[in-house]
T-cell receptor, first 110, second 113 residues
Framework: EDQVTQSPEALRLQEGESSSLNCSYTVSGLRGLFWYRQDPGKGPEFLFTLYSAGEEKEKERLKATLTKKESFLHITAPKPEDSATYLCASLTDSWGKLQFGAGTQVVVTP | DTEVTQTPKHLVMGMTNKKSLKCEQHMGHRAMYWYKQKAKKPPELMFVYSYEKLSINESVPSRFSPECPNSSLLNLHLHALQPEDSALYLC????????????FGQGTRLTVV
């Protein structure tokens, strides 16, 4: 059975304290691995798509990487506005059906 | 433009009411989705439409009835809902067969009383 697991469930950081979020996946036939950011009561906001092991994508303080079994989202020198829930999701079929992990809730304090 | 627009933003309905949620996108996407999200949980897929035809129904109760009138619009008709159906309902769209990202709307916060 396909599974996407995120850790930790919650992460509290001081402003400027870099850290990494983990997304491990056991799926057959990965077509894409996606990272989203979600603020409370809002829809997920797209961040990155990764397709193959070794791939890396960067945007401002965020960097996503992919291996054959997991993906990492690195947050460098976070700011309070980086506080959100970060979701990863796998795509394994041609219908666009996403399987989400449970998310990591990140709180960055000044 | 990477916007998916959902209306209304908030909806309170009684268990005997009929209401509809609406979703619109103008990105030329031919796949559209409804997801349901409960508090502190990830989104769960309900329906997939591809080329305006229902492709996937994730065993959703018949009190939820989706409709795709054209390639830009997606509706979700609600009837005889239960309080446990209260949730954030998310619409999303994506290209088909390109393995690219889905874009989500801001959701409709539904409360069933």
């Amino acid at each position: 059975e396909d599974q996407v697991t995120q850790s930790p469930e919650a992460l509290r950081l001081q402003e400027g304290e870099s850290s990494s979020l983990n997304c491990s996946y056991t799926v057959s036939g990965l077509r894409g691995l996606f990272w989203y950011r979600q603020d409370p009561g809002k829809g997920p906001e797209f961040l990155f798509t990764l397709y193959s092991a070794g791939e890396e994508k960067e945007k401002e303080r965020l960097k996503a990487t992919l291996t054959k079994k997991e993906s990492f989202l690195h947050i460098t020198a976070p700011k309070p506005e980086d506080s959100a829930t970060y979701l990863c999701a796998s795509l394994t079929d041609s219908w666009g059906k996403l399987q989400f992990g449970a998310g990591t809730q990140v709180v960055v304090t000044p | 433009d990477t916007e998916v627009t959902q209306t209304p933003k908030h909806l309170v309905m009684g268990m005997t009411n009929k209401k509809s949620l609406k979703c619109e996108q103008h990105m030329g996407h031919r796949a559209m989705y409804w997801y349901k999200q409960k508090a502190k949980k990830p989104p769960e897929l309900m329906f997939v439409y591809s080329y305006e035809k229902l492709s996937i129904n994730e065993s959703v109760p018949s009190r939820f009835s989706p409709e795709c009138p054209n390639s830009s619009l997606l509706n979700l008709h609600l009837h005889a809902l239960q309080p446990e159906d209260s949730a954030l309902y998310l619409c999303a769209s994506s290209h088909l067969d390109l393995n690219t990202e889905a874009f989500f709307g801001q959701g409709t916060r539904l409360t069933v009383v």
